[in-house]
């Protein structure tokens, strides 16, 4: 029932306000609101959270409680972590609903990864609720520290991406050959890149974008490799800067059988060789295309000195002895290189990769040229790939495996 003023209200009597520029009352009525002058000045409320963890996932049920509990451990709230599971056939969702929540889950039909973390993107509102979205794989470990680490190197006003550091987790050969590539290529390749600003991929465990860039992305989902095609849409649409923060670690499973090892390589050779065809690297004047260039012309002009030149020199002199020699200082290198990386990551058991590092290098060289020759010539691979490669590949954790990182949360 409305109110209804009495017919005979009562008179208060008082003088008049003082009613000036300086009066409180016309301060009152004159402000303008504490958001308008806000606007004014050009200066909005961010009132979003700071980082969102996302980590997509198909058939990870091995590892997939491992990946959530090392995140919480490192630093990143329950809450703020997400899985989007494309179209598990095992455990993933169950297992991820039970460390996080059903909210915190999302289920999609079977998209491949980039499409996955599109849909993801939308249905948990990521970029209007977070300034940074941290990308990481469903395999992944991360060291003690990451979240902080990461946390101190976040700055929204001078980077656009943020790259961390990439580790194998202990296993047998082959992860000891990756943990020995790895350490080397991020040590002293990754640095240079990125004082240059041209960092060459950013890889898909150890990745964060500001949010405010993702609606400038593709996710088509039809390249072997969405990070690197990624990769090359920042730099092509000149999107911000990139930092680079080797203080992140976040351990990753590697193949554990010759067959994956190549069946990896070739993917990402293949996906490596789509993105120059595609994104017409070496046609333009971005530093990412003298960073790729370089890459290229180190590979070719290796397979050019082992196969043409020292031939040639050999039926020119007549000396024989070019071959030794040349062997005895690849191998002086190579175990100069091998031994400093064991002291960086203190991984003694690199040493042990020598043996058989020639006979990896050699595969990955070869695999190369045949993904180079697929694509750039025979025109390969363009139809919309769905698949992750990751099916038979993952392994439950021990203590073994573990081993770098309890020693950095030791540490910590």
Known sequence: MPHIKPATAPVTTRSAPTYTKHSPSY??????????????????RNTRKRLALLLPAHNEELIIAA????????????????VVDDNSSDKTRKIAIGLLGAQNVLTVSRSG??????????????????????????????????????????????????????????????????????????????RIQAKLGMISVFPGPITCFRTDIIKKL????????????????????????????????????DPQSLSDFCKQNLRWQRGFFQGVKKYHIGLHRQRIDL???FQMAQTVLFA?????????????????MLIPTVIAADIVMTGAITIGSSVIVKRWN???????????????????????????????????????????????????????????????
């Open 27 to 44: 301060k009152r009525r004159h402000a303008t609101p504490v958001r308008g002058r806000l606007a004014k000045r050009g200066q909005s």
């Open 113 to 190: 990864k980039a499409l996955a973390v599109q849909k993801a993107i939308a249905h948990f509102k990521i970029e209007s609720t977070y300034v940074w979205l941290h990308v990481a794989d469903g395999d992944s470990i991360f060291s003690a520290d990451y979240f902080k680490a990461y946390r101190a190197k976040l700055n929204s006003k001078k980077y656009a991406v943020a790259v961390g550091f990439v580790q194998s987790l202990r296993g047998n050969w082959i992860s000891t050959y990756r943990s020995l590539t790895y350490t080397y290529s991020q040590h002293v390749n990754r």
């Open 218 to 253: 593709e996710f088509s989902g039809n390249s072997l490799t969405e990070d690197f095609d990624i990769t090359l849409q920042v730099h092509r649409k000149r999107l911000g800067n990139i930092v680079f923060i080797p203080r992140a670690i976040n351990y990753t499973q």
């Open 350 to 412: 690199l040493i042990g990769s020598l043996p058989f590092f020639y006979f990896l290098r050699w595969i990955e060289i070869g695999i190369y040229f045949m993904a180079m020759f697929e694509v750039m010539a025979l025109g390969r691979f363009k139809s919309e790939v769905k698949g992750w490669a990751t099916e038979g590949r993952r392994y439950k954790l021990d203590a073994t495996a573990l081993q770098d990182v309890a020693a950095l949360k030791s540490k910590a």
């Open 291 to 293: 960073s790729l260039g």
């Open 67 to 82: 990946t959530i509990k090392s995140a919480m451990a490192a630093g990143q709230s329950r809450r703020d972590i997400f």
């Open 304 to 320: 050019l000195q082992i196969f043409i030149l020292m031939p040639i020199l050999i039926a020119l002199t007549g000396n024989w």
